[in-house]
């Protein structure tokens, strides 16, 4: 079990001072290898909340704690160090001329040694399967492969957390099944703590533990399966279910009996055939 | 109005060393009053495509017609303003193109440059705001002061205000929370009954194509590689995983269920509800449908 890597204590946030609030009062914690995703309607907060977890924006209330360290000014270049973000756009966060380059960026500003530098540009390039992309210039990629360079730019800067704000928005459904891939084999080999922003419903059916934003207040904190059982709710506050879960409840509105509340097609299919098998 | 192209290449860079053909020799019809869904891969070519439906683009080679508009290689089109005015294309993130100080004059932006008469367009602009579901009272705000959602609608109306009959449009939910997709995809549902457009949507959603198009057209490397029906198209798994393209979910699931249990299930356009229905029954034991 990881321990409490960040903590967001009555934390409320504004853009101005006359402005409303975008976030208000919010509490959570996430654990050091946790994976979390956190959904709402767009303006719910969401991205405000990536950006104060690394500093990007600081709160007029409550305290942000990372690695049990508060986020101000003076911790905050320690922070970055601990965290990593991958934004939407994949065209708007390249530096380099090259892919090395580019993964280099975030190492060099950090002053890492050469030698190791070369050993975590290896690393992190293969973690993305892009280890043979090194010398190739990042505009001339798809979409899929420059959010993996980006993703191995933060790697290399060995983060303990992740953000992806909404990183497969702009992608085909290549693009966002290769990120996904990606992650899953990133999460398997670090333990870190991995927060995905997003409106994909089929990527939060993979994760730990979902938060639930809504007009800048936290709506629920619970298991992607719970989440996903309050449908009418859900739509309600302008999110939706995904297809297997809406089959399912149609399912057992007909009065067929379904023991878990089916997320995958192989879990609805097997409640299918134990079903059948029963008849 | 109809659009043919007959044998269309386009060539990015032509005879220089960087040349790169985007678009190869397609040949396609999309009658008058339809509703198209374009889907590909990035790279696929689609939004060269589109680029050519309005002479942002002149192919390299064949012929664009749209309506009794032509475009070629050899000719340059003179009346490509008209065209322009018939023809809107909605971007990709279409907020990002929002300038002006206020809503309303943002909308007047195309209008007033098409010529259009002052007190038509304020005309345009009420009518154009309703049609996106914006409340009145929002004219006089400035865009930037609005959500996502909001200015994705007053871009939207931008081009609405211009009164095509040919409406493009290019992931014109990317970004947007579930609610805000479904949404703006209905609004897009009867704008083109209500107005009687040629509505072109250019999507990564399947889904979306098949509740929305009633023709698809499938592109791959420049070329068209099949069209026809959502019925018709969608099922083709095989074809489609060629081009690494999934059939939508619910033709998925219903291939899951086929392997599993003898059953003639297939995919005729049934809802959720109604699929659930013929799950009830097969897996109760009424296996024929």
Do not use: C
């Not at chain 1, 508060?70 to 892919?99: L, S």
């Not at chain 1, 997003?198 to 934003?213: A, F």
């Not at chain 2, 409340?135 to 009164?163: N, T, Y």
């Amino acid at each position: 079990m990881g321990y409490n890597f960040i903590e967001f204590k009555n934390v409320s946030f504004r853009y101005g001072e006359n402005m409303p609030w975008v976030l208000e009062n919010v509490s959570f914690q996430i654990k050091s290898d946790e994976w979390i995703a956190i959904i709402g309607h767009n303006g719910s907060g969401k991205s405000t909340i990536a950006k104060l977890m690394n500093g990007l924006l600081s709160p007029q209330k409550g305290t942000i704690l990372i690695d049990g360290m508060e986020v101000n000014e003076d911790t905050i270049w320690e922070i970055r160090k601990k965290i990593g973000m991958v934004f939407q756009n994949p065209d708007n966060q390249f530096v380099g001329t090259t892919v090395q380059d580019d993964v280099a960026f975030g190492m060099e500003n950090r002053g890492v040694p050469r030698q190791e530098m070369l050993k975590r540009l290896e690393d992190s390039l293969s973690a993305v399967g892009m280890q043979d992309y090194e010398l190739r210039e990042p505009h001339r990629l798809s979409g899929g492969q420059k959010q993996r360079v980006a993703i191995a730019g933060v790697l290399a800067i060995s983060p303990q957390a992740i953000i992806l704000d909404e990183a497969t928005a702009m992608l085909d459904p290549n693009g966002r099944k290769e990120i996904m891939d990606t992650i899953r084999s990133v999460k398997k080999k670090h333990p870190l703590s991995l927060i995905t922003i997003t409106h994909d419903l089929n990527e939060v059916t993979l994760v730990d533990r979902v938060i639930v934003m809504n007009k800048g207040k936290v709506w629920l904190e619970a298991s992607p399966r719970q989440v996903f059982s309050r449908k009418k709710e859900l739509l309600e506050i302008g999110l939706d279910i995904p297809f297997i879960a809406k089959l399912a409840g149609h399912l057992s509105q007909q009065g067929m009996p379904l023991k878990n509340e089916p997320l995958s097609h192989e879990e609805l299919l097997e409640e299918l055939w134990t079903y059948h098998s029963k008849m | 109005m109809d659009i043919s192209f007959k044998n269309v290449s386009y060539t990015y860079q032509l005879n220089t060393p960087f040349e790169h053909k985007a678009i190869e020799d397609m040949s396609f019809n999309i009658p008058s009053g339809s509703f198209v869904a374009i889907v590909g891969h990035t790279g696929s070519g689609k939004s060269t495509l589109i680029q050519h439906l309005n002479g942002l683009l002149q192919p390299t080679a064949g012929e664009v017609a749209i309506g009794s508009y032509r475009l070629t290689a050899e000719k340059k089109l003179k009346d490509l303003k008209e065209l322009r005015s018939k023809v809107g294309i909605v971007f990709q993130y279409p907020e990002h193109q929002l300038f002006e100080e206020t809503v309303a004059k943002d909308i007047a932006f195309g209008p007033l440059n098409f010529g259009v008469e002052q007190q038509e367009i304020e005309k345009r602009t009420a009518e154009a705001l309703k049609a996106v579901q914006l409340p009145e009272g929002m004219l006089e705000r400035s865009p930037f002061e609005l959500s996502g959602g909001q200015m994705r609608r007053v871009a939207i109306a931008g081009v609405l205000a211009v009164q095509p009959e040919v409406l493009i449009l290019d992931e014109p939910t990317a970004g947007l929370d579930p609610r805000g997709q479904k949404d703006m995809m209905e609004m897009f549902k009867r704008l083109h009954k209500q107005e009687g457009l040629t509505t072109i949507l250019v999507t990564h959603s399947m889904e979306d194509a098949l509740v929305y198009a009633d023709h698809v057209m499938i592109m791959d490397h420049g070329r068209k590689y099949m069209e026809g029906s959502p019925q018709e198209v969608f099922v083709k798994k095989e074809e489609l995983k060629r081009v690494d393209l999934d059939v939508p979910e619910i033709i998925q699931f219903i291939f899951k269920v086929r392997e599993m249990f003898p059953t003639d299930l297939n995919y005729h356009g049934q809802t959720i509800p109604e699929l659930a229905e013929e799950l009830g029954r097969i897996t109760r034991g009424d296996i024929h449908e």
